[in-house]
C-alpha cells in the first residue's frame, strides 16, 4: 500500500468513526429530525419504522465501515458502505432547504456540501484498486485469454487434420507403389 492511502484512508474514516460513535452514544437529537425520513422510506424499504434504532444502527455501520476503512480492510466495500451511511445522514442532519433562518440555512448548506465532498472521496476510494486490476478487468481478461486459447487450439487442430490427410494420402500413395 502506498504511503498516500497509508495516511489518507485513516483521514477519511476518522470523521465516520467519530459521527458513529456520537450516533450510537446520543441518537437523542437525530431521531426527532430522521422520523420524516423514516416515515417515508421504512415501508417501501422494509426497514423498522423505528428511528432511533435505524440512527444506532447507521452509527454502528459507521464505525466498524470507518475501522475498517482506517486499517485498510476490504477498503473499496467500507468505502462504499460509508458512502451508502452519508447519504440519509446529510439528509436527516443538515435539512438546509428546511431552515427559516438565513444564518442557519447557510451553515447547513455548508456542512451539506462538505459530505458531498466527503462522498466524492469515499467514491474515489471505492473504485481504487491500489494499483492492482480490478475483479471486471481481471475477469476480461480471463475471457480474452481463453478465447485466445479457444481460437489456438482450433487452429491447431485444423492443422493436425490437414496434416492427417496428407499422411493418409502419402501412406496410400506409397501403398500402392510397394504393391503395385
Request: hydrophobic share 50%; net charge positive.
Amino acid at each position: 500500500m502506498s504511503l498516500v492511502r497509508r495516511v489518507a484512508r485513516p483521514m477519511l474514516a476518522a470523521i465516520f468513526i467519530a459521527g458513529g460513535i456520537e450516533a450510537l452514544r446520543r441518537p437523542g437529537k437525530r431521531v426527532e429530525a430522521a422520523q420524516p425520513l423514516v416515515d417515508k422510506a421504512a415501508g417501501p424499504l422494509g426497514l423498522p419504522d423505528d428511528p432511533e434504532l435505524l440512527i444506532r444502527a447507521n452509527g454502528a455501520l459507521m464505525v466498524g465501515a470507518g475501522a475498517m476503512l482506517a486499517t485498510g480492510r476490504l477498503p473499496r466495500v467500507s468505502a462504499a458502505a460509508l458512502a451508502a451511511t452519508l447519504v440519509p445522514s446529510t439528509v436527516v442532519e443538515y435539512p438546509f432547504w428546511a431552515a427559516a433562518d438565513p444564518e442557519e440555512r447557510r451553515s447547513q448548506l455548508i456542512s451539506t456540501v462538505k459530505n458531498v465532498g466527503l462522498l466524492g472521496g469515499l467514491l474515489l476510494a471505492a473504485v481504487d484498486t491500489d494499483g492492482r486490476p480490478g475483479l471486471a478487468y481481471r475477469a476480461k481478461m480471463a475471457g480474452d485469454s481463453i478465447a485466445r486459447s479457444a481460437r489456438t487450439t482450433r487452429r491447431e487442430a485444423r492443422m493436425a487434420a490437414k496434416l492427417a490427410g496428407k499422411e493418409a494420402r502419402l501412406k496410400g500413395h506409397q501403398a500402392t507403389h510397394v504393391l503395385g
